[in-house]
């Protein structure tokens, strides 16, 4: 589904188009998104107010180099992502980039490279990115999209300006959502996406809240013992994993907001253990590492991996949190 127009993202826009317009335009920017709520979306929109050949109103979005822009097929448009099966943006990548930059542009004006995820970069290619980034050709944008900066050094992050995109409030996600698939149970598909608006809209939303409900239900059979990690590993693994693991990750941050929320949590669970064998409460440094262990499963969806033993050595670490 190609998506144009996001309504969240009209502050950054109008910000944009003014530093355009007085020619301030930073030469790197760094596009920290909220998962799933649009920065992609954003670093075109950029580009082409770069590119765009219609001089009153940048950008037109019809004209040819919006459109090859957008379509990520402009001669001076370069784009660097993950290559295949790699986790990482490697250092022969940005190599490369960095020699395309410094051509002269063909149509004579900017050339743009988008860097996404640029928390994917391996230190070794952030290093050579680095210096593209100290010595700007004039003419030239960079823009990075991550929801991780943290994982990019500082040095990187000081030579970039900074816009953020939050996660739409949820009524303007479900308005956005009814305008582009018509109505649903977007609240509630928003609920278990963690307000990924972008995730929601290539979804089916009546599947993701199944799933959802589903997770929930064994995640906590689990953690109080009374789930079979092995039978849950065997039949999760089958299915949508990818949808699976949101879920799971979105359980675990409810978890760990919680258990920083002030203590209710905390309180009422005590005193519920004391009652019965209720749920059991993972320490907050559990949480944590299961989340990292999410993580990693993540981003080894596509490498040949043992789905349902990788599940199971996940489940067992709820279950004995
Ligand atoms: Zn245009």
């Known amino acids: 589904m190609i998506i144009k127009d996001l309504p969240w993202l009209e502050p950054q826009k109008t910000l944009l ?19 799933g709520a649009g920065g992609d979306v954003l670093a075109s929109w950029v580009a082409q107010l770069v590119l765009c050949t219609d001089v009153n109103h940048r950008p037109c979005g019809v004209c040819a180099g919006c459109r090859r822009a957008a379509s990520l097929q402009h001669p001076d448009l370069i784009t660097l ?6 986790r990482q943006i490697r250092i022969e990548q940005v190599r490369e980039l960095s020699a395309e930059l410094a051509l002269t542009s063909h149509q004579g004006g900017y050339k743009v490279a988008i860097i996404s995820p640029a928390d994917a970069l391996n230190r070794a290619a952030a290093n050579a ?10 003419r030239t944008l960079l823009i990075l999209v991550a929801t991780q900066p943290s994982r990019l050094p500082a040095t990187i992050l000081s030579r970039c300006q900074r816009i953020r995109i939050r996660a739409p409030a949820r009524g303007e996600a479900v308005a956005w959502l ?24 290539d979804a089916d939303p009546k599947t993701v809240v199944e799933f959802a409900c589903d997770t929930q239900r064994v995640l906590e059979e ?23 693991l949101l879920c799971i990750e979105n359980w675990l941050t409810d978890r760990i ?10 309180v009422e669970m005590t005193a519920r253990v004391h009652l019965q064998r209720g749920p059991a409460i993972p320490s907050i440094r ?36």
Request: proline residues 5%.
């Open 17 to 35: 188009r003014g530093a355009y317009a007085a020619g301030r335009l930073a030469h790197a920017f760094l596009i920290h998104e909220a998962r």
């Open 81 to 86: 992502e993950l290559i295949e099966e790699s």
């Open 129 to 138: 990115l680095l210096k593209t980034l100290e010595e700007p050709t004039p």
């Open 178 to 201: 009814q305008s582009i698939r018509g109505p649903a149970e977007w609240g509630a598909a928003l609920e278990a996406l963690g307000d990924a608006p972008l995730f929601a809209a």
């Open 222 to 244: 689990t953690s109080s013992g009374r789930a079979d990690p092995v039978v849950t590993a065997e039949r999760w693994g089958r299915t949508d994993l990818p949808l699976r």
């Open 257 to 266: 907001r919680r258990h920083f929320a002030g203590g209710t949590f905390s």
């Open 286 to 321: 559990r949480l944590f590492g299961l989340m990292d262990a999410v993580q990693e499963l993540k981003s080894s969806l596509d490498a040949p991996i043992n789905r349902s033993l990788a599940l199971e050595s996940l489940l067992r670490r709820l279950a004995t949190s």
